[in-house]
């Protein structure tokens, strides 16, 4: 028996057309987008780590850079605070003679983003080298006087995005920044005076550079 449209009823139900075969080609685009997406984020990741670790190395060297000339700075001005004051620096106890001295000297940082917390110092110690230092001459005038010098900061960290240092006169952690070791030699026709010294008392006051350390 034939069906309305004249074929047997056996094929009387449409067999459906098989779903269209997927692209091959899409999934590999896909995968390609996946991959640049991947390479990209990795390279851009890589950047900003390097470009922070720049910042961060810009930074630490302004800062020892600072550090260096202040305390190159300080040492200077701790020998000519020695030379001009006859009464510091000697090995054995005379009146108004301590064996050591002190002064604390500003650091200036300039630059438009300073690494330096503002206030900060350099903190400078004077002492006798040996017991000997400054001993009387035969002649009863001073003798030479040998002078070590050490510079400290007493750091601190500010907590900033980019560790800004400090140096304070007192706490913190002493770190030294710069050692020297000067002698004062006499100079013999030394005529003047210093404050009430006489000329045979402060005639010792002529710097010779041992050796001279910055080490910041």
Known sequence: MLSRSGRSGLFDDEVPEPAAARDPEAGAALLLVMVFILVVFVVVTSLLTFGEAGTRSAAAFRTQRTIRYAADGALEQGVAAIANDPTLGFGVP????????????????????????????????????????????????????????????????????????????SGGTARTVATARVQFGVDYMWTGAVGSATPAASRDHVPKIISWNVTA
């Open 94 to 169: 005379l009146p108004a003679s301590p064996t050591c001295s002190s002064l604390t000297v500003p650091i200036l940082d300039p630059s438009t983003t300073p690494t330096i917390a503002a206030n900060s110092v350099l903190s400078v110690s004077a002492c006798a080298t040996n017991p000997t230092s400054g001993v009387t001459d035969p002649d009863g005038g001073t003798g030479m006087r040998d002078v070590t010098f050490t510079v400290t900061c007493n750091a601190t960290k500010t907590g900033s995005a980019h560790e800004i240092l400090g140096c304070t006169a």
